[in-house]
């Protein structure tokens, strides 16, 4: 489909058996894009994977929230991101309730995802067993997430922290082990503490992805609104900001503004020109007139 990602001759995009290669041996960088001029841009920038995340719902959508995130929202979003990602192993997140009520919802749900998006792989929160172990079976490669879930954060009493407590940090431990059992290729530890995040890493052989779960996780992601100032929501203290885009933007348009009223802009430059002799013209039919 014309829609789907393109790649040039000798390009060769990452798969999941390369995530799955890099376990112990090198460091995974994810980013999510929304569209299709970042999807490029990070994919030039070199990282292994791109996450459509339902984040895009607060930093694209401006709502307050993941859960009003829909399938065709994820869909549209992710068609663009297909147009611009080139080597990154794309991945999309599969929204609030297409999944939970059973297996056939997250089948006939993920394969419109990928079929009319082109992605080739989905994210889903929680540990939804059947449902992992039906979409790897029916072909499609999931990326599990535990921790803090976005989706469910009303039953987990808000964003906070997951698994401080030895009991909590117990649970997490199995479901990491469950998710890999079940299929999934990698899994999004987000919000855990750091020691938590390293014993499960360890323990599982498929790399983890982590998002406010320390250094020793397999790879790190991020949302690139976040790490690139151009969100102005709250954002979690295990975001680095790498730029302040947002402030580059808003004194642009402010130069830019100030430009247009002071009739600096347009130059010459950014004009076209007109021949002379049909200059000569126009102004005498303007005469005539
Ligand atoms: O939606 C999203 O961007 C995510 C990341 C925070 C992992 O799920």
Known sequence: MSTHQTFSAGEKPLSVLDVLGAKNRRKLAMV???????????????????LVGDSLGMVMLGREDTVSVTLDEMIHHSRAVMRGARRALVVADMPFMTYETGVEAALLNAGRLVRESGVRAVKLE???LPQIRALTEAGIPVMGHIGLTPQRAARLGGFKVQGRKAGAAAILLDEATALEEAGCFSIVLEAIPAPLAEAITARVSIPTIGIGAGAACDGQVLVLHDMLGLYDGLAPRFVKRYAELGAQMEQAVRDYAEEVRGGTFPTPAHSFGMDEEERARLEARLREA
Do not use: C, L
């Not at 999510?32 to 791109?50: C, E, H, K, L, Q």
């Open 32 to 50: 999510t894009a929304y569209d299709a001029s970042s999807a490029r841009i990070v994919d030039r920038a070199g990282v292994d994977m791109v």
């Open 126 to 128: 929680g540990a939804f």
